[in-house]
């Protein structure tokens, strides 16, 4: 398969690469949500609807996001669109998981310390490590 349609397999199924990806993108959101909560005396494992109503709306924002992003489209080839394309999908996702995490659906808030301290990590860890895989991947150069 060439780098423009590993994301999909011949039937239009998604690969295992793109599934593989979203599933580690998703693990690194809670992670670094699971290290906010405990920095502030919350234990997901004591109070786990307290962590999970703080965790699910930036899940469910990126999982929302990431797609109409073009996150898990085709492979870049190139890290500075990489890092682009997820810093703009994280920015996204994380503004509707500000929106979700300050509606009724939800218990919290979203006063704006939270939602720069929020967006930066999310930057980081996102993009972050989105840069390294390409780089490592060698799909982006």
Do not use: K, Q
């Not at 999909?8 to 949500?33: I, K, M, N």
């Not at 502030?40 to 109409?68: C, D, K, M, Q, R």
Request: glycine fraction near 10%; include cysteine; aromatic fraction near 8%.
């Amino acid at each position: 398969m060439d780098t423009a349609s590993r994301t999909t397999t011949r039937d239009g199924r998604v690969d295992r690469e793109t599934l593989l990806l979203g599933a580690v993108d998703v693990c690194v959101v809670v992670a670094f949500v699971t290290v906010g909560l405990l920095s502030h005396g919350t234990n997901p494992i004591a109070e786990p609807i307290a962590a999970l109503e703080t965790i699910a709306p930036f899940v469910l924002g990126w999982l929302a996001i990431a797609p109409l992003a073009g996150v898990y489209g085709t492979r870049s080839t190139s890290i500075a669109r990489v890092a682009r394309v997820t810093a703009v999908a994280w920015i996204a996702a994380a503004n509707v998981g500000l929106i979700l995490r300050a509606s009724p659906l939800f218990d919290g808030s979203a006063v704006w310390p939270f939602t720069l301290v929020m967006t930066g990590f999310g930057l980081l860890a996102l993009v972050g490590w989105r840069v390294a895989y390409a780089a490592v991947d060698g799909s982006a150069s």
